[in-house]
C-alpha cells in the first residue's frame, strides 16, 4: 500500500487508515461528537453508521498472497520514465541559465525596442530584482516556461513553503510547479521573492511602475554610458550633467520632429501614379498651350526676338529666352522633357480638333455649364454692345474714304489710326511668317505659295493704304484726314512702320500729301512751343517721322526735289513754316538734296539747264519770301542747342545764294553771329558750350567760305 | 494672356509687389503662372518698421489675387509693344466665344 505505481501515497500527518490508527477512547469521543452535529443539525447519523448495518462482508476476502501481486500487475514494477516532476528538477539549472541568457539578450536590443521590451519587462525586472537579492529563482524560469500555470504557482509556494523536499500531497495534486522545485533550494521563499511573484502574475495594475522605473534606469544608463566616454571621469558635476541632458533631449527632440516630418511625408508617399500626374499636368499645361504663340503670347514672344538681336548687336549671345524660363532649364533629365514636349503636341493638336465651347449643355442639365478658361474668364461685367458692334462693322468693313463730308472728330481719327495699326500688325505678322526660300526639287510648289503670299500681303498693304486716307482729294475737309492722323502721337508713331510695307511711289504720295498741307500740321504751329507737351510733340515727329522720309529724299532725284519744294513753297505760307522745327528740317532737307544734285555727288546725272533754271526760280522765291524773317527765326529764349537747325538752314541756304542774297543774309543774322561769338569768348560759359557756340556759326559761316575766327567783335 | 506674357518677360527683374493688405514686398520675380501667382526671391518689406515678422522671409509665393499693384522697372517695359500685344490680343476673333 505504501507504493501506488512507484508514487509515495502517505498523506501528509495522516499517516494510515483512520479506523486503524484510532484507539477506543477516541472512537468514542468522535462518535459523541458526531451525534451532537447530528442532533444541531437534525440529520440522521445513524444511516451513515456502517459499523451497524455492515455485514463484514469484507472481512471474507483474500487479504493475503498479495505476493501475487507482482504477477497480476507486471514484474519489478513501472519503471520512473513517467516521473515528468523529476526529470525536470533534475534540468532545471540547465533551463535556468538558457532563459537567463536569453532574457540579458533581449535586455541589450529591449532599451530601444519598447515593444519587445515590454513583452518581457515584467520578467526582466522581476529577474534583475531576485539577482539583486542574491536569490537565484529557479522557479522563474520553469514559471515563464510553463507560463500558463501562473495561478498556481503561489499556491505552490505556500504549500512547498512548509514542506520540505518533493510533494506528494494528492490534495495539491496539480501542483506541477511546487512539484518541480527542486529540494536544493529548499529554504524559506523570501518576501522578495514572494513580492516580485505577485507582480508578476498580479494584474497590470502594479506592472506600470516597474515599467517605469525600468525604462527611467535604462535612460540613465545610456548617459551614465555617454558621461564615461565624453570624459572619462565621474559623473558628479551637476552642471555638465545638465548640460549634456539638455543636449541631449535637444538632439532626441529635433530628431524626433524630423522623423516626424518625414512619417508625415511619407505617408502620401505613391499616393498618385504617375498617369494621374500626367493629367494633372495636362490640365496645367492646357490652359497655356497655344497653337499660335503670336497670338496668345505676342508680348513674350516679341520681347525676346527684339532682345535677343539688340544682345546679338552688341555682341552678347541672345540668351533672354532661357533666363525667361528658368523652371525649363531646371526642370530634370532629358525624358522627362521629351514626354512633356510630346503631350503639349497632343494638347495642340487635340485643342485644334475640338474647337474650345464656352458652355455645355448637359442632358437632363437646367440651364448651361460654363467652361472658364484663362482665355475665356467669367464675364463679370454685362456691357452694352451697341456701340461697340458698329465699331467692329465699321473695321470689318473697311469701307473707302467717302468724297463726302468726312468728320474729323477725335474718335473717328482715333479709330483710324487703330484701322491702320490692325493693318500694320497684320502685315508684320505676315512678314514673320513669310515662306522660306525653295529648296531644290520643290520650286514650282515653293513658288505658288510664294505667290499666294505675295497675293496676300498686296492686298493687305492695299487695305493699309486706304486706311491711311492719303489719296483724299486736298481741301475737301479741313485739316486733310492724313494730317488729322499724324497731329496724333500714334498717329506719328505708325508711320515708320507703315513706310516699310509701302511702295516708292506711295511713300511719294504720301511726301507730297504731307508737304501739300505742312502748315495745317500741329507740330507747325509757333505756340506749340510754349508748353512742354508740344515739345513733346515735335521731338516725337523729328524722331518718327522726318528720318524715314529723310531717308527717301535724299535718294531722290533732282525733278522730284524741285517739284517737292515748289508745292511746299506754293500751298504753305513760309514765313511760319520756316518758323517750326519740323518746316525748317524739311526746307533744309530739299535745299542740301537739290545742291548735292546740282554738283552731281550722287548717282543721278547733272541736272540738266532748264532744271537748274527752274531751282534757281524757285530758290529766289524762296528767299525773298523769308528776307527780313531770317533773325526771326531764331527762338526768342533757345538755348543754342536747339538753334543748330536754323544755323543748319542758314548755311543750306547761303550755299545756293547769289552774293547780294549772301550779304542779306549775313546783314540780318549779323546779330546772332556776334552774339555767339562774344558769348564764346567770354569766360562765363563752360569751354564745350563755347565751342557748340562757335561750331553752331560756323556752320553759317563754313557755307560763305568764311570762319569764325575772322570775326572780329566790335569794342563795346 | 496678354498679362501672363508679359510678366514672363520680367523674370529674373527687381519688382515690388503691393498686396490689398498694404504689405509691399520688393523682389526679384522668379516665376509667374497664368493666375498671375508671383514667386519672390531676396525678398524686402517695403516698410519693415510696421512688418517686423516679415524681416526673416527670403522668399514668398503671392496668390494673385491678393496683388494690388506691381511696381515694374521701366527699362524692361516696351510700352509700344505693349500697345501692339493690346491691340492684337483686341483682334483675336473672339477665342471661344469671347466678347
Given at each position: 500500500m505504501s507504493d501506488f505505481f512507484g508514487f509515495n501515497t502517505v498523506m501528509p500527518g495522516r499517516p494510515g487508515s483512520r479506523k486503524v490508527m484510532l484507539n477506543p477512547d477516541e472512537q468514542q469521543e468522535l462518535d459523541r461528537q458526531v451525534q451532537k452535529y447530528a442532533l444541531e443539525t437534525g440529520e440522521d447519523f445513524e444511516i451513515y453508521d456502517y459499523g451497524e448495518t455492515y455485514d463484514n462482508l469484507a472481512d471474507g476476502l483474500e487479504e493475503t498472497r498479495d505476493d501475487l501481486n507482482d504477477e497480476t500487475f507486471g514484474g519489478t514494477g513501472a519503471g520512473t520514465d513517467f516521473d515528468f516532476a523529476s526529470n525536470t528538477r533534475q534540468i532545471a539549472p540547465a533551463l535556468k541559465k538558457e532563459e537567463e541568457l536569453y532574457i540579458k539578450q533581449n535586455e541589450h536590443v529591449g532599451v530601444r525596442r519598447s515593444s519587445f521590451a515590454s513583452l518581457w519587462e515584467n520578467?526582466?525586472?522581476?529577474?534583475?530584482?531576485?539577482?539583486?537579492?542574491?536569490?537565484?529563482?529557479?522557479?522563474?524560469?520553469?514559471?515563464?516556461?510553463?507560463?500558463?500555470?501562473?495561478?498556481?504557482?503561489?499556491?505552490?509556494?505556500?504549500?512547498?513553503?512548509?514542506?520540505?523536499?518533493?510533494?506528494?500531497?494528492?490534495?495539491?495534486?496539480?501542483?506541477?510547479?511546487?512539484?518541480?522545485?527542486?529540494?536544493?533550494?529548499?529554504?524559506?521563499?523570501?518576501?522578495?521573492?514572494?513580492?516580485?511573484?505577485?507582480?508578476?502574475?498580479?494584474?497590470?495594475?502594479?506592472?506600470?511602475?516597474?515599467?517605469?522605473?525600468?525604462?527611467?534606469?535604462?535612460?540613465?544608463?545610456?548617459?551614465?554610458?555617454?558621461?564615461?566616454?565624453?570624459?572619462?571621469?565621474?559623473?558628479?558635476?551637476?552642471?555638465?550633467?545638465?548640460?549634456?541632458?539638455?543636449?541631449?533631449?535637444?538632439?532626441?527632440?529635433?530628431?524626433?520632429?524630423?522623423?516626424?516630418?518625414?512619417?508625415?511625408?511619407?505617408?502620401?508617399?505613391?499616393?498618385?501614379?504617375?498617369?494621374?500626374?500626367?493629367?494633372?499636368?495636362?490640365?496645367?499645361?492646357?490652359?497655356?498651350?497655344?497653337?499660335d504663340p503670336y497670338a496668345d503670347d505676342f508680348y513674350c514672344q516679341v520681347y525676346t526676338a527684339l532682345r535677343n538681336r539688340h544682345l546679338q548687336q552688341m555682341g552678347i549671345p541672345g540668351s533672354m529666352m532661357?533666363?525667361?524660363?528658368?523652371?525649363?532649364?531646371?526642370?530634370?533629365?532629358?525624358?522627362?522633357?521629351?514626354?512633356?514636349?510630346?503631350?503639349?503636341?497632343?494638347?495642340?493638336?487635340?485643342?485644334?480638333?475640338?474647337?474650345?465651347?464656352?458652355?455645355?449643355?448637359?442632358?437632363?442639365?437646367?440651364?448651361?455649364?460654363?467652361?472658364?478658361?484663362?482665355?475665356?474668364?467669367?464675364?463679370?461685367?454685362?456691357?452694352?454692345?451697341?456701340?461697340?458692334?458698329?465699331?467692329?462693322?465699321?473695321?470689318?468693313?473697311?469701307?473707302?474714304?467717302?468724297?463726302?463730308?468726312?468728320?474729323?472728330?477725335?474718335?473717328?481719327?482715333?479709330?483710324?489710326?487703330?484701322?491702320?495699326?490692325?493693318c500694320v500688325l497684320a502685315l508684320e505678322q505676315m512678314r514673320r511668317q513669310q515662306p522660306p526660300p525653295p529648296r531644290p526639287g520643290e520650286e514650282e510648289l515653293a513658288r505658288e505659295v510664294i505667290q499666294q503670299w505675295n497675293e496676300e500681303y498686296g492686298e493687305l498693304a492695299r487695305k493699309m493704304w486706304r486706311e491711311l486716307r492719303i489719296t483724299v482729294p486736298i481741301s475737301i475737309v479741313h485739316p486733310h484726314p492724313f494730317i488729322s492722323i499724324l497731329n496724333y502721337s500714334k498717329g506719328k508713331k505708325v508711320i515708320p512702320r507703315v513706310l516699310r510695307h509701302l511702295l516708292p511711289e506711295q511713300i511719294l504720295t504720301l511726301l507730297t500729301m504731307l508737304v501739300a498741307n505742312f502748315d495745317s500740321l500741329n507740330v507747325c504751329k509757333s505756340e506749340i512751343y510754349a508748353d512742354v507737351e508740344g515739345n513733346q510733340e515735335i521731338e516725337l515727329f523729328m524722331n518718327t517721322i522726318v528720318p524715314p522720309l529723310l531717308g527717301f529724299v535724299s535718294e531722290a532725284p533732282f525733278r522730284i526735289v524741285v517739284g517737292l519744294l515748289a508745292l511746299f513753297i506754293e500751298r504753305n505760307n513760309m514765313i511760319w513754316v520756316a518758323r517750326s522745327r519740323p518746316g525748317l528740317a524739311f526746307l533744309t532737307l530739299f535745299l542740301t538734296r537739290a545742291e548735292i544734285l546740282k554738283q552731281g555727288h550722287s548717282n543721278y546725272p547733272i541736272p540738266d539747264e532748264r532744271e537748274i533754271e527752274q531751282w534757281n526760280e524757285?530758290?529766289?522765291?524762296?528767299?525773298?519770301?523769308?528776307?527780313?524773317?531770317?533773325?526771326?527765326?531764331?527762338?526768342?529764349?533757345?538755348?543754342?542747342?536747339?538753334?543748330?537747325?536754323?544755323?543748319?538752314?542758314?548755311?543750306?541756304?547761303?550755299?545756293?545764294?547769289?552774293?547780294?542774297?549772301?550779304?542779306?543774309?549775313?546783314?540780318?543774322?549779323?546779330?546772332?553771329?556776334?552774339?555767339?561769338?562774344?558769348?564764346?569768348?567770354?569766360?562765363?560759359?563752360?569751354?564745350?558750350?563755347?565751342?557748340?557756340?562757335?561750331?553752331?556759326?560756323?556752320?553759317?559761316?563754313?557755307?560763305?567760305?568764311?570762319?569764325?575766327?575772322?570775326?572780329?567783335?566790335?569794342?563795346? | 494672356m496678354l498679362f501672363y506674357s508679359f510678366f514672363k518677360t520680367l523674370v529674373g527683374q527687381p519688382v515690388t509687389v503691393e498686396l490689398k493688405n498694404d504689405l509691399a514686398i520688393t523682389g526679384v520675380l522668379v516665376s509667374v503662372d497664368q493666375f498671375l501667382n508671383i514667386k519672390l526671391d531676396n525678398i524686402k518689406v517695403v516698410d519693415e518698421e510696421r512688418y517686423p515678422h516679415m524681416l526673416a522671409v527670403k522668399n514668398c509665393f503671392i496668390r494673385g489675387s491678393v496683388v494690388r499693384y506691381v511696381q515694374l522697372p521701366a527699362p524692361s517695359v516696351d510700352t509700344a509693344l505693349l500697345q501692339d500685344a493690346a491691340r492684337r490680343e483686341r483682334q483675336q476673333p473672339a477665342q471661344g466665344g469671347r466678347k
Open positions: 520578467d526582466a525586472s522581476a529577474q534583475q530584482d531576485s539577482y539583486k537579492n542574491g536569490l537565484p529563482e529557479p522557479s522563474q524560469a520553469a514559471s515563464s516556461i510553463w507560463g500558463s500555470f501562473g495561478n498556481t504557482t503561489v499556491k505552490g509556494m505556500d504549500a512547498g513553503g512548509r514542506n520540505t523536499g518533493f510533494v506528494h500531497d494528492p490534495v495539491f495534486g496539480v501542483g506541477t510547479f511546487a512539484l518541480s522545485r527542486p529540494s536544493t533550494f529548499g529554504n524559506q521563499p523570501s518576501l522578495e521573492e514572494i513580492e516580485a511573484q505577485l507582480l508578476r502574475t498580479a494584474g497590470t495594475q502594479p506592472q506600470i511602475p516597474a515599467q517605469q522605473e525600468r525604462k527611467m534606469m535604462s535612460l540613465e544608463e545610456v548617459e551614465a554610458a555617454l558621461m564615461s566616454i565624453n570624459g572619462g571621469r565621474p559623473i558628479y558635476t551637476e552642471s555638465v550633467i545638465a548640460e549634456q541632458q539638455a543636449k541631449q533631449a535637444r538632439l532626441e527632440k529635433r530628431r524626433a520632429e524630423r522623423l516626424a516630418k518625414q512619417a508625415e511625408i511619407a505617408k502620401h508617399n505613391g499616393l498618385m501614379t504617375q498617369s494621374d500626374k500626367d493629367f494633372i499636368n495636362r490640365i496645367q499645361i492646357s490652359q497655356l498651350v497655344t497653337d532661357d533666363s525667361g524660363h528658368p523652371d525649363n532649364r531646371r526642370r530634370g533629365n532629358g525624358r522627362t522633357e521629351q514626354r512633356m514636349q510630346q503631350q503639349v503636341q497632343r494638347i495642340v493638336s487635340d485643342a485644334k480638333r475640338n474647337p474650345k465651347r464656352t458652355n455645355v449643355t448637359v442632358e437632363g442639365a437646367l440651364g448651361k455649364i460654363a467652361v472658364n478658361s484663362v482665355l475665356n474668364p467669367r464675364q463679370l461685367l454685362q456691357v452694352s454692345k451697341r456701340g461697340s458692334t458698329n465699331d467692329v462693322l465699321a473695321g470689318n468693313l473697311p469701307k473707302p474714304p467717302s468724297p463726302g463730308p468726312v468728320s474729323t472728330k477725335s474718335h473717328t481719327v482715333l479709330g483710324w489710326i487703330e484701322n491702320v495699326y490692325t524757285l530758290y529766289n522765291r524762296l528767299f525773298s519770301q523769308l528776307q527780313t524773317h531770317f533773325a526771326a527765326l531764331f527762338m526768342p529764349k533757345a538755348t543754342m542747342a536747339e538753334d543748330v537747325h536754323v544755323w543748319r538752314f542758314l548755311a543750306a541756304m547761303a550755299v545756293g545764294a547769289s552774293v547780294e542774297q549772301q550779304h542779306v543774309l549775313v546783314t540780318e543774322v549779323r546779330e546772332q553771329v556776334l552774339d555767339n561769338v562774344i558769348a564764346a569768348q567770354t569766360s562765363r560759359s563752360a569751354p564745350e558750350k563755347a565751342a557748340q557756340r562757335i561750331g553752331n556759326v560756323n556752320l553759317f559761316l563754313h557755307a560763305l567760305g568764311l570762319d569764325a575766327s575772322q570775326v572780329t567783335v566790335p569794342a563795346m | -
